[in-house]
C-alpha cells in the first residue's frame, strides 16, 4: 500500500472529480438503495449499513463477527492497495462508521467525501445510475483490538480526568427525556454535542470549519483521549471522524448507549 494517500483525509468534490478515472481509487456509497439506483458518484459501489454491525441485541451497533467484514470487503472487491473514498446521504454518519471499520481493519488510506451526495448532486458533479458490481475477492481481514472500547475500559476510566466521553446524541437522550434504552440518561461525566451541529447546514452538510474553536469550548481538546458514542455507534460515526480530522485523540464506544443502557452495571447520570 502506498504511504503517501492518493488524496487528503477531507476530500472536496472538485477534487474527488478529478480522481475518477484513478485505479487505485475504491468509491464506497452508503446511500439509501433507491438513490444510488437512480445517481451516483461514477464508480462507486453501494453497500447497506447493516452490513457494518452485528445486529445482534441489545447492542446491534457493535462490531461484527470478522467473517461478516470479510464477507463485506469481498464484495467490494477489497486487496488493501486501494485508497479507498466514503460517502453517504445524511451527512456522514454511515461514512464516519466505515472510516472507523476501516482503522480496525488496519487499512490506512481513506478520505471522506465532504458533505457526500449532498454536495456532489447539489453542485451539479458528474453522475451516473447503473450500479457497479466489482469481482469478489478472497478477503482474509484481522481485527485491530487496539482500536475498541468496552464498557468495562470506560467505566475505570471515569475517575481519570484525562479521558472525556462525547455524547453523539440528542440534547433530550442525553437528559434521560427521551428514553431509548431499559435506562435512560447518560454516561457519568459525558459532554454532550449532538452530531448534526457539527455539519453546516448553508454548505450542504459539509463539516463545520469553526469546529476547532467550537468544541475546546465544551471541553474536547486535543490533549485528553476521547471516547466518543451515541446509541449504536452510527451518528457516533460521524464525530469519530470529525475528532480525526481535528487531531484529536479520537475513540469510539462501539456498543454505545445500547449496549450501556441496557446494562445494569453501569453508572448513569440524569
Known amino acids: 500500500m502506498s504511504q503517501n494517500p492518493l488524496l487528503p483525509l477531507i476530500v472536496e468534490p472538485e477534487e474527488l472529480a478529478k ?21 451516483h458518484v461514477p464508480g462507486a459501489i453501494n ?12 447492542a446491534t451497533g457493535k462490531l461484527p463477527a470478522v467473517e461478516q467484514l470479510n464477507d463485506l470487503f469481498s464484495g467490494l472487491g477489497y486487496t488493501g492497495n486501494e485508497h479507498i473514498v466514503v460517502y453517504d446521504d445524511e ?41 457497479n458490481v466489482p469481482q469478489s475477492t478472497n478477503v482474509n481481514l484481522s481485527i485491530d483490538d487496539s482500536i ?29 427525556i427521551r ?3 431499559q435506562r435512560a440518561g447518560h454516561i457519568p461525566g459525558a459532554i454532550n454535542f449532538e452530531w448534526t451541529q457539527a455539519m453546516d447546514q ?11 474553536e467550537v468544541l475546546p469550548k465544551l471541553g474536547l481538546t486535543k490533549d485528553k483521549t476521547i471516547i466518543t458514542h451515541c ?29 450501556w443502557g441496557n446494562s445494569q452495571d453501569t453508572p448513569i447520570e440524569l
Open 19 to 39: 480522481h475518477l478515472n484513478n485505479d487505485q481509487l475504491l468509491i464506497v456509497d452508503i446511500c439509501n438503495p433507491q438513490l444510488y439506483s437512480q445517481v
Open 91 to 131: 451527512g456522514g454518519g454511515w461514512a464516519g462508521r466505515f472510516i472507523w471499520t476501516l482503522d480496525v481493519i488496519g487499512h490506512k488510506n481513506y478520505s471522506y467525501l465532504n458533505g457526500g451526495a449532498h454536495s456532489w448532486l447539489k453542485e451539479g458533479f458528474p453522475t451516473e445510475s447503473t450500479p
Open 47 to 58: 453497500i447497506g449499513a447493516h452490513q457494518m454491525v452485528s445486529g445482534v441485541q441489545p
Open 148 to 176: 475498541l472500547i468496552s464498557k468495562e475500559t470506560i467505566i475505570a476510566s471515569l475517575s481519570d480526568e484525562n479521558v472525556l466521553v462525547w455524547d453523539a446524541r440528542s440534547p433530550e437522550e442525553h437528559a434521560g
Open 179 to 181: 428514553v431509548m434504552a
Open 231 to 259: 446509541h449504536s455507534h452510527h451518528r457516533s460515526g460521524f464525530t469519530y471522524l470529525v475528532g480525526k480530522i481535528l487531531g484529536f485523540n479520537i475513540k469510539a464506544y462501539d456498543g454505545s448507549w445500547s449496549e
Open 202 to 212: 448553508n454548505r450542504n452538510l459539509r463539516i463545520r470549519e469553526d469546529l476547532a
